[in-house]
């Protein structure tokens, strides 16, 4: 079975396929009419991105419902902890340290620095995705910096003319980010060698700058259906991206994120909320392969995610938002997006 992201070169059948398949799912109709009668006294968001022709000559077809590519109202909840991932794996090339290394992380104190906990790399990604782990989240986001992460990642030239990330997800010591203090993390290779790193957060609200209006306009984290769904496409896709395009990250560091491995989870996993996956979608794609990031706080669901159907040449990337705290409402989207999809490609 071959691994998504890692796509072998398809035949000249399969670009007149591809091309065919476009031509048909722009006659279907447009994303508004789909997703209008779902839950129609719900607030909703989507985005799908489709590949479209071989990896030698991709294209990439976007569409969205409404004015979702451009809208950040609502809380984006888990799914923008995809962000602190990638964001820590290019900053721990940047600083040219192994994936096998390990975080201990301290605050300053009247009396000092104080050791808060030590994680390895490997086991907070493969936690971000196995469990949705808050804790594991913050340490990252309080690796990378709230500067960093909003100045050098969150950025348009990166995919990202809407994100920011503002804040952490846990109130306790000793994981919680305390962004007004100053932040010291050491980075230890397995042989023991070490180095340290220092940050303490600028005061600048990027989520102000950047148009965040839910739960708090400074403070509040922000993105959009279409950023979502932009940032799976980059990984998903890497390797048939042009350089531009591509995170800094290594083949190692893809495969982590995309399958976890050796008892480590990845994108690719049904553990932690697949709302998108369970319903129509499964019933028209069965053997697909399913990578996703979920979200769900108490008024607000969310998925998004990459469907991978061999057997049909199917590759395309939701994601979808509901202001509701029910999966059921998101589901129904998803399953509604691979309908059109479906509908296009067997023609």
């Known amino acids: 079975m071959r691994k998504a992201g890692l796509f072998p070169a398809r035949s000249i059948i399969w670009l007149v396929v591809g091309i065919c398949s476009f031509q048909n ?3 279907a109709g447009s994303l508004d009419a789909l997703i ?5 006294d719900i607030t909703k968001w989507a985005s799908l991105v489709v590949l479209e022709g071989d990896d030698s000559h991709p294209k990439f077809s976007w569409h969205h419902y409404r004015d979702s590519e451009n809208a950040v109202d609502f809380w984006p909840a888990s799914t923008i902890k995809i962000y602190a991932a990638v964001a820590a794996l290019e900053y721990l090339n940047e600083l040219q340290y192994p994936l096998d ?6 605050r300053r104190t009247v009396s000092g620095w104080q050791l808060d906990t030590a994680r390895t790399m490997r086991e907070m990604i493969s936690e971000v995705f196995r469990r949705s782990s808050n804790e594991d989240y913050t340490l990252l986001l309080r690796f990378v910096g709230i500067d960093r992460i909003n100045t050098e990642f969150l950025i348009p030239e990166r995919g990202f003319p809407h994100s920011a990330l503002m804040r952490d997800y846990v109130v306790h010591r000793p994981v919680v980010y305390e962004n007004t203090e100053p932040q010291r993390v050491r980075i230890v290779k397995p042989d023991g060698t070490s180095r340290l790193i220092e940050h303490t957060w600028s005061g600048v609200s990027y989520a102000a700058q950047r148009g965040a ?4 306009s400074t403070t509040g984290n922000c993105t959009s259906t279409q950023e979502l769904a932009e940032c799976l496409r980059r990984i998903m896709f890497h390797e048939i991206l042009p350089d531009s395009e591509r995170y800094r990250l290594t083949p190692e560091q893809l495969s982590l994120l995309r399958f976890g491995g050796d008892g480590l989870y990845g ?3 049904k553990e932690a909320g697949p709302y998108a996956w369970e319903g129509r979608l499964k019933e028209i794609y069965p053997k697909a392969r399913f990578f996703h990031k979920a979200g769900m706080i108490s008024n607000y669901t969310l998925d998004v995610a990459c469907i991978d159907d061999e057997s049909s040449h199917t590759r395309f990337i939701l ?4 202001e509701t705290g029910k999966g059921d409402t998101v ?7 691979a309908e059109w999809i479906h509908s296009g490609s067997s023609h």
């Open 36 to 40: 209008d009668p779902i839950d129609p």
């Open 101 to 106: 290394c390990a975080l201990m992380y301290e």
């Open 213 to 216: 209006t839910v739960l708090s």
């Open 267 to 269: 994108l690719e996993n």
């Open 331 to 337: 589901r129904k989207m998803a399953g509604a997006l």
């Open 25 to 27: 799912i722009m006659k």
């Open 319 to 322: 994601c979808v938002a509901a």
